[in-house]
């Protein structure tokens, strides 16, 4: 298709309903959230027109706007601005929102969607730091789909407590009152520091790294969660979920695509995203707020060439390991920063090869309806780090999409690996 062209109409500032009260200004960030890159995090929503709908396509779009002004209430630092690394200034000064437009077809776009395109759908760059807490752009395309483009701050909310405020923001949008009030205690449960120990640095250079996605159908995943299982009785799982499996697919071709699988004298390691809220004793539920997530790194042996005990089990090990001590070995001893700090410089030298994975399976993505019906087709755009790897289910057959930021040089030998590819699905998105 031809080059994408977005233009913008209008822009605006959604502010919350109802005024947030004096007493709930000041939202504290938590030691999580301190140590968290100050960078927007993205997700992008294709929504087809709704022949059924009851409102035209201007009422909707007035529709989103209202209910995003209610759910603004109920989640008031989202309409703040994020001040020094400390707290929200809960001053309702609203979310940033573009209205755009585009020159396809929804249905033309999806055909084989171009990558590189997507951020053409955000109000703003990844990187494009400031006080912000949430931004939305809604774009029409000229059969009358639309494609609902939104950047978070991540030092303010983890994807569960992101996808709790797309949750009633939907409710809203529907006439639902079926919402559950979100709960602002993170800093009290993770006490802030008044100078973090460990700064993250916002990414590289934009134009090293190269988005690619790659579609796993259930089939697939199927053979993966075969391929990695293991006959040890002894073992509770023996079969790894659809995530291991996957993650340990993808890391062992990611290994061979950089060389590191012939090279004994590198480091390998692994990272996956643990939500801490299952994980306290007692459990917390999805409606605490902020980030309450943490990365939990395994070094990975390939002493064996089992798939199970050299990826899956380490795997394992190092997310059950995430809960309340887990925090406070990375405030009390800083064993934990140290770790990141230091696997951070080795891999500027090449010492260490590291992968990390985020799992946004399971998440409702495609129950989000903000008075459009439900989304077509989800995803995320280029990110900021490379050797980052985000799992998004399929919206039918129980199948995974891998969306694979690497470095050029490595995504070139990754994306012509023939046994990878031998267990890739087409990448044309169903309009069905």
């Known amino acids: 298709m031809a080059v994408l062209d977005v233009e913008v109409i209008t822009k605006d500032t959604i502010k919350p309903s109802s005024p947030t009260p004096d007493h709930l200004r000041r939202y504290n960030l938590s030691f999580i959230d301190q140590i968290t890159p100050q960078i927007f995090m993205p997700l992008v929503l294709f929504y087809p027109r709704d022949s059924n709908a009851h ?10 706007k209202t209910s995003l002004s ?11 601005r994020v001040k020094d690394n400390s707290h929200v200034d809960c001053n309702d000064e609203g979310v940033h929102y573009v209205e755009a437009k585009t020159n396809c077809n929804l249905s033309e776009f999806l055909e084989d969607p171009n990558l ?14 400031n006080e912000v807490a949430l931004a939305v752009q809604v774009t029409s395309f ?5 494609v609902i483009g939104l950047v978070f ?6 994807a569960s407590s992101f996808f709790s405020f797309l949750n009633t923001w939907s409710a809203l949008a529907c006439g639902s009152n079926d919402i559950t009030n979100p709960r602002f205690e993170s ?9 973090p120990s460990y700064s993250p640095s916002r990414g590289i250079a934009k134009n090293k790294i190269v988005l690619k996605r790659f579609v796993f159908d259930s089939s697939a995943i199927s053979a993966l969660r075969a391929k990695y299982s293991t006959n040890n009785t002894s073992i509770e799982y023996p079969r790894p979920t659809r995530v291991e499996a996957l993650s340990a697919f993808i890391f062992d071709h990611f290994l061979a695509a950089t060389g590191a699988d012939a090279d004994t004298n590198k480091v390998c390691t692994l990272f996956h995203i643990a939500n801490l809220r299952t994980r306290m004793d007692p459990p917390l539920s999805n409606n605490f707020f902020g980030n309450m997530s943490l990365s939990t790194g395994s070094v990975i042996s390939r002493k064996t060439g089992d798939g199970f005990h ?3 089990i380490p795997m394992r090990d190092s997310i059950r390991k995430a809960d309340i001590d887990y925090v406070k070995s990375f405030r009390e001893d800083g064993a934990s920063l140290r770790f990141m700090s230091e696997n951070a410089e080795r891999l500027k030298k090449g010492e260490v090869v590291s992968l990390a994975f985020t799992s946004l399976c399971r998440f409702p993505i495609y129950e989000i309806n903000l008075g459009w019906g439900k989304p077509i087709w989800a995803g995320s755009v280029r990110l900021l780090y490379t050797n980052l790897v985000t799992f998004f289910d399929t919206k039918s ?17 990754l994306e012509v690996d023939k046994e990878l590819l031998a267990y890739v699905s087409s990448n044309k998105v169903s309009v069905m």
């Not at 590189?116 to 730091?129: Q, S």
């Not at 800093?187 to 100078?195: G, L, Q, V, Y």
Request: with cysteine; net charge negative; glycine share 6%.
């Open 142 to 146: 000229s059969c009358g789909g639309i």
């Open 153 to 158: 701050a991540h030092k303010v909310s983890d």
């Open 116 to 129: 590189v395109e997507l951020n053409k759908f955000l109000p703003y760059e990844l990187d494009d730091v």
């Open 397 to 413: 057959g129980n199948g995974i999409e891998a969306w694979i930021n690497l470095d050029e040089k490595d995504m070139a030998k």
């Open 70 to 80: 209610k759910a603004l209430t109920l989640f008031y630092p989202m309409a703040g």
């Open 310 to 312: 050299d990826i899956v």
């Open 187 to 195: 800093a009290m449960i993770f006490p802030p520091e008044k100078f």
């Open 55 to 64: 409102l035209n396509n201007i009422d909707c779009q007035d529709n989103i």
